[in-house]
């Protein structure tokens, strides 16, 4: 078995080189390779279509839309959001000086459990900040709801979630904003990249202000801004990208239903259950391991895969909420969180990527199926 090659757990969506060479040398006559050039403008435009949304503004990376988006819409204050997600959903928070109120999930799709949402609004708190993770649909009508009653803001972290729909519809119009990702981990990436998607050509302007120093004109600055701005190579890279998502998405699915087909009735593995409602971009495969029906705890069965040349990841372990800079919270507590607590102590995230060979799924499928039986 050490002699296998390692499976890792995603591998970057490329462009075949003879797509992205012309498009450099294209690059390299223009000499024009950021601030709003040809590719990155038509990128946001191919975008905006294929994604069956109106105003798209790009980024050099996923976090900075978080941060932009909470800086574009002034909030203040609290921001309700989840302990169960990649850090930069709650750092965004505290790069604002704002303060994350932690509320538990929902152990039928990992999010934000809206019976819990309004139960931790204060006079403090201006916004809700979901995750759709793992690509699953948060409860957006419910949470919606909450935010009319309210009066509050409601802003995406939709990293996973790229084309993601319900009865055909995106789900990356919900609330007033929703980010993107574009990192190589991602279904769709442009290496490192981001967007952020509003709803009116106004806003579109001020976050575009705003990922560009603040400026509005050549010697006009109309915000504190920052530079966030996505540059003409990997703009260019990305439209390559884009005429391949499809099958790529075609080609994860297939991985999924392997999996699923595969894991089902293994006992002490559990998976979420898929809405016949929802387009998927299978950007992960989190299993949970339940240590007392399986046999081996989640991180024995994480280590016996990594002895196999397997490497799954524990997304998304341990709790943001239990890191030392969030811990000192009062909502950040396992007490207050026991679903996200145990969802975070027993998932591995399984190999999930186009490329994925039927061997190497059958020796992810068979490590784990027979892993108690050694």
Request: net charge negative; with cysteine.
């Amino acid at each position: 078995m050490k002699n296998q090659e390692n499976i890792t757990v995603t591998s970057p969506l490329l462009p075949s080189l003879d797509e992205f060479i012309p498009l450099l040398k294209d690059i390299w006559e223009r000499k024009w390779l950021t601030n709003n050039g040809s590719y990155h403008k038509e990128l946001e435009a191919a975008l905006a279509e294929y994604l069956g949304v109106e105003y798209i503004s790009l980024f050099t990376n996923g976090t900075l839309p978080l941060i932009t988006a909470l800086q574009a819409m002034r909030i203040t204050g609290e921001v309700i959001t989840t302990p169960y997600s990649f850090v930069a959903t709650t750092h965004s928070i505290w790069w604002n000086g704002l303060t994350p109120v932690f509320v538990d999930v929902d152990s039928a799709t990992g999010n934000l459990d809206p019976k819990k949402i309004e139960e931790a609004i204060t006079p403090k708190t201006t916004a809700i900040m979901p995750v759709h993770v793992y690509g699953n649909p948060c409860d957006i009508e419910a949470i919606q709801k909450i935010a009319d009653c309210y009066g509050l803001a409601v802003i995406y972290d939709a990293a996973h979630a790229f084309n993601v729909k319900i009865n055909g519809k995106t789900i990356l119009d919900a609330g007033d904003m929703n980010t993107l990702s574009f990192h190589a981990t991602k279904t769709y990436n442009t290496v490192e990249g981001g967007a952020l998607i509003c709803h009116d050509a106004r806003t579109k302007k001020r976050i575009d202000y705003l990922k560009n120093f603040g400026f509005a004109g050549e010697t006009t600055v109309v915000a504190p801004g920052i530079n966030s701005k996505m540059d003409e190579i990997r703009s260019a890279y990305g439209l390559c990208n884009l005429k391949h998502i499809d099958d790529a998405i075609a080609a994860r699915k297939n991985v999924a239903l392997r999996y699923r087909a595969a894991l089902e009735n293994v006992p002490g593995i559990s998976m979420f259950k898929e809405r016949d409602d929802v387009t998927y971009n299978y950007s992960y495969f989190p299993i949970f391991v339940n240590e007392k029906e399986y046999g081996m705890s989640r991180d024995a069965l994480y280590e016996k895969m990594k002895e196999n040349g397997i490497l799954g990841r524990r997304y998304f372990y341990p709790l943001i909420s239990s890191f030392a800079v969030y811990r000192g919270l009062p909502s950040a507590t396992k007490e207050n969180l026991p679903v996200a607590t145990r969802m975070a102590d027993e998932v591995i995230c399984l190999p999930m990527y186009a490329g994925l060979t039927d061997e190497n799924i059958s020796r992810v499928i068979d490590i784990i199926t027979n892993a108690n039986n050694s």
